[in-house]
């Protein structure tokens, strides 16, 4: 699964990339959503994507809460692991997101990226 679908916190839909594990595109509308998909996957499998994103499937393990954003967590999850707190933070700030957003998970995951240790990102490590 090179990308797929996810439901933001406001309702609108991003798309996340497992090779640049990243958003590729964010703040899209489902309309949006299904067009620029069905640009890159064509339409059947855009749509399959975007039902499977608003129903918050699962991607590999059991979400931990059921509030329809288990996607979202997993997805920042990745961005702080592979990119660090900054770059995270930077990324919310860009979808209008606040630092309270940051999932727990999220946090610790960054935890021992080494290349995100700098005073911004040792102030977020140390909420745990």
């Given amino acids: 699964m ?3 679908m996810l439901k933001q916190p406001d ?3 991003a798309i996340f990339s497992s090779v640049v594990d990243d958003f590729t595109y964010y703040d899209l509308t ?8 069905t640009e890159q996957w ?7 994507k975007l039902d499977r994103a ?3 499937e699962r991607l590999w393990k059991p979400h931990t809460t059921d509030d329809g ?3 979202w967590r ?8 592979r990119h660090g707190i900054k770059h995270l933070k930077k990324v919310l700030e860009e979808i209008g997101q606040g630092d309270a957003e940051i999932p727990q998970e999220a946090i610790e995951a960054a ?18």
Avoid: N
């Fill in 54 to 56: 608003l129903a918050d």
């Fill in 69 to 71: 954003l288990g996607r």
């Fill in 11 to 13: 309702g609108l839909i």
């Fill in 74 to 81: 997993e997805s920042l999850k990745t961005i702080a692991f």
């Fill in 111 to 128: 935890r021992d990226v080494e290349s995100d240790m700098d005073h911004e990102s040792e102030a977020y490590k140390s909420r745990m």
């Fill in 30 to 37: 489902p309309e949006q959503a299904l067009e620029c998909g």
């Fill in 42 to 48: 064509g339409r059947r499998t855009a749509q399959e």
């Fill in 2 to 4: 090179a990308s797929y």
